[in-house]
């Protein structure tokens, strides 16, 4: 079976059937009709044979069946996303002109598939998320979260606040390296970073679109009120001290967060909302919350005030607080709001509605497991398995595989609403490098989110993913040799395409930095 996500139900049946330009296209749903002809007619000529579609509601939302026998290739689904979903799958099975006749029988494990983007602390082109938003779809991936802000770059065009892309996309050099961080001597390069390296409402509109044809949802994330340094340095006075500051230049977490002791930012916050839910029409929107030291909040008489006028018990608690008011906006414009697990800080307060994305520990798993208990959703993105700036060596795409609601102690599942893989770009420059360790993650990921557990089995994927190599390669997703995603050889393609002869990147809070002077050892593992 040439086939990821593997689906529930499959089974070859005697012969051959034809997938190429001489395929005629019918029935049902216009828009997969329309692009299975366009597809099609890219293809070389060769057995003739039929596509015909056919709407039966009996299908989930995103399930489909295909039968086909030698002349005649038949898909049944509820949907024209899952139409497009059985599309997908054809393409993939008819790689070579021909398919065998087969019976496939498929829906998802979860309705929220997503791989997460950061473009802050690197800038990535309109044409290269389209390239990744292809690869979503052809693995029925439905979901891109887009991070857009961050201390080290703002790259959303907001017309309220123009300095935001003005000067907030902007930082003077860029961090290389961790050695001597805690010492602030950690290096630098010595260039200019984000001048024009931001997205117009246009080209994200542009995005939106081009996702929806492809059946993906495209939800924004503006982190607040942390990681919001870029934003301080165009408008000082959303932090407690109101003291001017630059774009960060560093990697880390900053004490520097916005006052949420005073009015202004629950303003600035609910403008940005305003307008970015005008060019994002998916239900959900992402405020981040991760990562936001309480520092600044414990001396600030504006904070103090603040918690001290609602009758909060903590810093934590102002912080749900923020979030809750959030949450309430966002409702009123038709969209739950998400957030990292550290929103779970204030789960006795927090609104019910909101989403909490699981990426890390917070001491145990008490809270998190607790929230699914009293009726709250989670996103499963643990950093341990699904984070992929990381090299292979220390997360090997079996690693990956092996997240499942099951391995995290969840019980009952009901609450998991889906899986996501974030991509974060501190140590992500090239597109080299980011091709060499993304594409391969994106799509084992896709098949923990849509195959269900019983039918997961990772000596099974390897060998569908290597069948599958000339069809991802071929479209310009390219995939690391086996030895390399398995986490066992560093040869030089490994080490030119981790940029420069700088870093690899273990966690993010220390970095093993490969040079000449070890390179001959390294080669020899």
């Not at 069948?467 to 390219?478: M, N, Q």
Request: proline share 4%; with cysteine.
């Amino acid at each position: 079976m040439k086939l990821i996500p593997r689906p529930v139900e499959y089974a070859v049946k005697e012969g051959k059937v034809g997938w190429n330009s001489l395929t005629q296209v019918t029935g049902d749903f216009p828009e997969t009709s329309a692009l299975a002809k366009e597809l099609l007619a890219k293809k070389a000529a060769g057995r003739e044979s039929r596509l015909h579609f056919t709407s039966d509601s009996r299908f989930a939302p995103e399930g489909y069946a295909i039968k086909s026998d030698k002349n005649v290739i038949q898909v049944l689904a509820s949907s024209e996303a899952g139409a497009f979903y059985a599309l997908m799958s054809l393409e993939q099975m008819g790689e070579g002109g021909e398919m065998d006749c087969c019976f496939v029988r498929d829906e998802p494990k979860y309705s929220y598939r997503s791989f997460q983007l950061d473009c802050s602390r690197h800038f990535w082109t309109v044409e290269k998320i389209k390239s990744i938003l292809r690869l979503q779809a052809s693995v029925k991936m439905n979901t891109f979260h887009w991070h857009l802000s961050d201390d080290q770059g703002w790259r959303a065009e907001i017309k309220k606040y123009p300095l935001l892309t003005e000067k907030g996309s902007i930082r003077k050099n860029t961090q290389i390296g961790l050695v001597g961080y805690n010492a602030g001597k950690e290096p630098h390069d010595d260039e200019e970073y984000g001048r024009g390296m931001f997205y117009t409402q246009e080209d994200m509109k542009e995005v939106v679109a081009y996702a929806k044809k492809l059946h993906i949802q495209v939800i924004p994330e503006i982190d607040m009120p942390g990681h919001m340094v870029a934003a301080i340095a165009c408008y000082p006075e959303l932090s407690c001290t109101g003291e001017p500051t630059e774009v960060s230049t560093r990697w880390g977490v900053m004490d520097n967060i916005c006052c949420c002791g005073k009015e202004n930012i629950y303003n600035f916050a609910k403008d940005v909302i305003d307008e970015l839910c005008e060019i994002f029409p998916a239900p959900y929107f992402h405020i981040g919350g991760d990562e936001a030291p309480k520092t600044r909040w414990k001396t600030c008489p504006k904070c103090q005030a603040k918690i001290k006028e609602l009758g909060l018990k903590d810093e934590n608690a102002l912080q749900g607080y923020f979030n809750n008011e959030m949450a309430k906006y966002l409702r009123t414009k038709g969209k739950r709001m998400i957030g990292w697990n550290e929103v779970l800080d204030a789960a006795d307060i927090m609104d019910k509605d909101v989403i909490a994305q699981w990426w890390v520990y917070r001491g145990s798993k008490t809270r998190e497991l607790g929230w699914l208990e009293k009726g709250g959703n989670l996103i499963l993105s643990m950093w341990g398995y699904v984070y992929m700036d990381h090299p292979y060596n220390v997360r090997p795409l079996s690693k990956t595989y092996k997240m499942t609601a099951d391995k995290l102690g969840i019980k009952d599942k009901k609450g998991v609403i889906g899986v996501e893989c974030p991509q974060w770009c501190e140590y992500i420059r090239t597109e080299e490098k980011f091709d060499f360790i993304s594409f391969a993650r994106i799509i084992t990921v896709a098949e923990i989110a849509w195959t269900p557990d019983y039918r997961m089995d990772y000596k099974g994927f390897e060998e569908r993913l290597e069948a599958l190599r000339p069809f991802f390669e071929s479209r310009g997703w390219y995939i690391p040799p086996q030895k390399v995603y398995r986490g066992k050889a560093r040869d030089f393609k490994t080490l030119t395409y981790a940029g420069r002869w700088n870093t690899w990147r273990i966690d993010p809070y220390w970095e093993v930095k490969w040079t000449k002077k070890n390179f001959g050892e390294i080669l020899k593992k």
